[in-house]
């Protein structure tokens, strides 16, 4: 089946006073994309990620974040002094800045410093990782078979809706299968319409010369084989589309030459209910790519 680009799952997990929530979200992309959000303080965590995600999605823009809490308990929480040095300069720098243009600042409190960013963090470098570590990398295949799960569904919808635009441009090839008869005798008593007023008016014009010219010209206007190929195409991205799996770029190819071969018969049709068609396959197309953006 299909899978979209796009999709979103969230877990979350306990393993005694620690508690956490995953979360991975993706959005389209021409490549694969992957950033993680993860605590710096966990280690053993975002190799197994990256292994398993890389193993489920080759296309789109994929975020994993992590967000970790631990129970309030003695020695669980500790000032980083690093951060509050950093977190110290930046105040006395933007204090300075105020009191130089004559702005009064409120001065932050303890409690105002305490609850920026960094500044405290649990006392986790003590204590035994290892547990905690494997439960985390122990729910990742649970949040991507959700992640999986939601991308399948959205990729379900985006094959009906293909499988829909498809029958429309097939029809409209068998349309235009039909107006190239009506073409052919419209071109016909063009053409011989043409001849006879070249021979009227030349003097000493060869027939058989001018009529190779004009069957030149209709040569020209040939669009069987745009036709041909255009149900071709119409062939090949059902295929696509039944064999499922990681095939968003190769339609995104096959969209391009659907419209190549729509410009072409437009180009080429010099018949109006011709050209009609052409116009029309073109913005299925158009729609087509629409949806095709956003198959993995």
């Not at 349309?175 to 000493?204: F, H, K, P, W």
């Amino acid at each position: 089946m299909l899978h979209s680009m796009t999709g979103f799952a969230t877990l979350k997990g306990q393993e005694g006073p620690w508690s956490w929530t995953w979360d991975i979200r993706a959005v389209n992309g021409r490549g694969f994309d992957l950033r993680l959000k993860l605590p710096d303080w966990i280690e053993g965590v975002e190799i197994e990620a990256r292994k398993l995600i890389a193993a489920r999605i080759s296309r789109g823009n994929v975020t994993l974040g992590l967000k970790i809490g631990r129970e309030a308990a003695e020695g669980a929480v500790q000032i980083n002094a690093v951060a509050l040095d950093s977190v110290l300069a930046v105040l006395a720098e933007i204090d300075h800045a105020a009191q130089a243009r004559g702005v009064a600042l409120s001065r932050p409190s303890t409690v105002d410093v305490a609850a920026m960013r960094g500044v405290l963090e649990a006392s986790a470098h003590d204590e035994n990782l290892a547990p905690l570590v494997a439960r985390l990398v122990a729910g990742l295949p649970e949040l991507l078979a959700g992640f999986d799960a939601m991308r399948a569904h959205e990729g379900a919808a985006l094959a009906g809706v293909l499988a829909d635009q498809l029958a429309a441009v097939e029809a409209l090839v068998a349309e235009a299968g039909t107006a190239i008869e009506a073409r052919r005798e419209a071109q016909g008593e063009a053409l011989r319409t043409a001849l006879a007023r070249v021979l009227d008016n030349s003097d000493g014009a060869e027939p058989d010369r001018v009529a190779q010219e004009l069957a030149m010209i209709a040569v020209k206007t040939d669009v069987r084989e745009e036709i041909d190929r255009l149900g071709a195409h119409v062939a090949q991205a059902r295929n696509l589309i039944a064999e499922g799996g990681p095939c968003g770029r190769k339609l995104d190819f096959l969209m391009q030459e659907f419209n190549r071969e729509a410009n072409t018969l437009c180009a080429k049709s010099q018949f109006q209910e011709l050209t009609r068609i052409g116009l029309d396959i073109k913005a299925v197309v158009d729609q087509m790519r629409e949806q095709v953006q956003n198959v993995e």
